[in-house]
């Protein structure tokens, strides 16, 4: 079966990274005096490996250090609670697991530097908020700063919804998907006070995914990124298991929400050739099989979040100003965690859909064929949150 399915994702990955080279050689190109990013995780064609979908703004550099009073470029917590209605606390008991590939040595301290920055309670060992668990028992031989930029992003995305949340970081070996990234949530799964788990990364689809789909049980919240190349649906994200979360441009505005909100024109989603349609989606999605997403969150790159990594051998070192669907991902993971924990044998993606109207209906912007319209959508799907009715059951 493993030979099978590898052989599989041949095809769908190198198809897949042709959409994303034509896709990043576009972010590349610099706009007239405008926001340029790049992919943190590039390499998209290796079979049945997994990439990460964080993006960074190159036109703004990194800063190793701000002075005294100085504040990050970027959206901070509480910029983020305040466009998504969020109370400043809460989360206490709960517990998030994030699943990365590679070590992150560095994961504590800037997770302390971030939480400093914007007076948040501290997360660290001594006070038994922050854990780093390796999937297999061992440390992984490999210190990636790729994918340490991954993991920093996703614990302070999740400190910026979930500040009373515990974390705890799951390194497995490597980014294979099937060998390495599934069994490491398997391990997630099981982790004492876990009652959700996050994956900011991705393969392309292919047939056999639905022999995956296993590895993610009732009774526990899955997020995942809904992907990075506009209206192309990506696994897991697509597994009818997972709640997957799509990306938003998110600005100012003088409106009574004080925000506005637009598709992201890079945000995956779309119909699966391959999965079922769940029953929560009749009626809602366009499609005869699984759609995504489910929800968003603000993912454009443009409009990011302040994030600080100090991982030596980052071409980005410090604060810098990251988006992708690996924002929106562990945003949702952290509001989830704030609504409740899910009932035993619950799915709960379907949370939404239940309660449409918890969530701000984005109605503008497009994301590859799929534009942003009314009720649901393959640029949005739901919408995004209007506080936390809407994700809990």
């Known amino acids: 079966m493993r030979r099978r399915?590898?052989?599989?994702l041949v095809a769908a990955a190198m198809a897949l990274a042709g959409l994303a080279a034509g896709s990043a050689a576009a972010a590349a190109q610099p706009g007239p005096g405008g926001p340029t990013y790049r992919r943190v995780c590039p390499e998209r064609n290796v079979p049945g490996k997994a990439f990460c979908?964080?993006?960074?703004r190159t036109d703004l550099p990194a800063r190793p250090s701000l002075l005294p009073g100085q504040q990050p470029a970027g959206l901070s917590p509480q910029d983020i609670r305040s466009a998504y209605g969020l109370p400043p606390f809460g989360g206490d008991g709960r517990r998030i697991a994030i699943v990365v590939a590679n070590d992150y040595p560095e994961a504590e301290q800037d997770l302390a530097v971030y939480r400093r920055q914007f007076h948040l309670p501290?997360?660290?060992?001594a006070n038994g908020c922050f854990r780093k668990v390796y999937s297999t028992g061992t440390k992984p031989g490999t210190v990636d700063p790729i994918w340490a930029l991954e993991a920093g992003l996703d614990m302070q995305a999740v400190s910026a919804t979930c500040p009373g949340c515990g974390i705890t970081l799951v390194e497995a070996p490597t980014a294979f998907i099937v060998s390495s990234l599934l069994p490491a949530v398997d391990i997630a799964s099981f982790l004492p006070g876990v009652t959700g788990v996050n994956g900011s990364w991705a393969v392309a689809e292919q047939a056999a995914e639905g022999s995956l789909d296993s590895h993610f049980r009732p009774g526990l919240v899955y997020t995942f990124a809904s992907g990075d190349v506009g209206g192309v649906p990506v696994y897991p994200s697509v597994s009818p298991n997972v709640t997957s979360v799509?990306?938003?441009k998110l600005t100012r505005a003088f409106n009574l929400r004080g925000w506005t909100e637009s598709a992201w024109g890079g945000t995956g989603g779309g119909c699966s050739p391959y999965e079922p349609q769940p029953a929560?989606?009749?009626?809602?999605?366009?499609?005869a099989t699984r759609s995504t997403p489910d929800i968003s969150a603000v993912a454009d790159p443009d409009t990011g979040m302040a994030a600080y990594v100090s991982t030596p051998g980052n071409p980005t070192v410090g604060w810098q100003v990251v988006g992708g669907t690996s924002l929106s991902s562990p945003l949702v993971a952290g509001m989830y965690a704030l609504a409740g924990r899910p009932g035993p044998a619950d799915r709960p993606n379907s949370y939404p859909y239940a309660r449409p109207g918890s969530f701000h209906d984005i109605v503008t912007g497009v994301a590859g064929p799929y534009a942003a319209i009314p009720g649901y959508d393959r640029a949005t799907g739901i919408g995004t949150p209007r506080g936390l009715r809407g994700l809990r059951r």
């Open 5 to 8: 399915l590898i052989g599989s």
């Open 53 to 56: 979908l964080s993006m960074v």
């Open 122 to 125: 501290p997360c660290t060992t």
């Open 246 to 248: 799509g990306g938003t």
């Open 280 to 287: 929560f989606q009749q009626g809602f999605a366009p499609c």
